[in-house]
């Protein structure tokens, strides 16, 4: 990763950038990919 990207923020099967509310899931707007958000910052990196 570059730095200033933060993978936590980043779905990891689209792409699409949201912010992550507080809280242990992710669900991306854009895909509707439902994931631990630890889970898909892991993916991402």
Do not use: F, P, W, Y
Not at 7 to 20: A, E, F, L, W
Not at 37 to 45: C, E, W
């Amino acid at each position: 990763m570059l730095e200033g990207q933060c993978g936590g923020q980043d779905c990891s099967q689209c792409g699409h950038r949201q912010k992550v509310k507080t809280g242990h899931a992710s669900v991306c707007a854009n895909s509707g990919m439902d994931m631990h958000r630890d889970v898909n910052a892991d993916v991402n990196i």
